[in-house]
Every structure is written in C-alpha cells, then in structure tokens.
C-alpha cells in the first residue's frame, strides 16, 4: 500500500515561486526509483489535468501551460519527488494532486495553491 503525502502549497501572489513535495511511504526506495511519479491539478469546475510526469529514467514530460516555468524533480533517496513552481499566474490555481500505479492508481489528499494579489 502506497502512500503520497503532498506538502508546500499556499496562497502566492502572480509571478511569485512555490515548491510542492510529494514524499512517498508503504513502499521500498528501490521500488519508488522503479515508479513514474505525476503531478496533476483541478481547478473548481474542471477535470483533474496532468501538469508533469516523472519517469524512473528522469525523463520528464509537462503540459504544455507549465512548459518553462514548472520543473518536476525527484530525490529517490527521500522517496520524494517535487514540483517548482514559478512565474505563477492566477489561472495556475488548483488543487494539486501527486499521483503513481503500482498495480493500481494512488493518489494524494492534495495541496490547494492560489494564486492571487
């Protein structure tokens, strides 16, 4: 049984920084280095989106509104992966999620970011 535990979100003013973490638990460190670990967001009245993935190779892949300002990172000895945040803008504000599948999907409680002077 997984568990992800997302930290770091806040109320930021537009073009301001936020780093979230995802820290991982119930697994081993050499599996979660094995995971694609994801950050999604949604925003009320929206679907749920993927904002960026990490694969276990370190390749990345991000939507493209987060392109240059987003960067996801992972430290496999932490059991965590992070999101950077920057350049924000208020249409950026969600609810983010962190997300893997290990034989079936996990998921986080989430971590509300806002974006707003």
């Known amino acids: 049984q997984v568990q992800l535990v997302e930290s770091g979100g806040g109320l930021v003013q537009p073009g301001g920084s936020l780093r979230l973490s995802c820290a991982a638990s119930?697994?081993?460190?050499?599996?979660?280095?094995?995971?694609?670990m994801g950050w999604y967001r949604q925003a009320p009245g929206n679907e749920r989106e993927l904002v960026a993935r990490i694969l276990s190779g370190g390749g990345t892949h991000y939507a493209d509104s987060v392109k240059g300002r987003f960067t996801i990172s992972r430290d496999n000895a932490k059991n965590t992966v992070y999101l950077q945040m920057s350049s924000l803008k208020p249409e950026d504000t969600a609810v983010y999620y962190c997300?893997?599948?290990?034989?079936?999907?996990?998921w986080g409680q989430g971590t509300q970011v806002t974006v707003s002077s």
């Open positions: 997300n893997t599948y290990w034989m079936r999907d996990y």
């Open positions: 119930g697994i081993s460190g050499s599996i979660f280095s094995f995971l694609s």
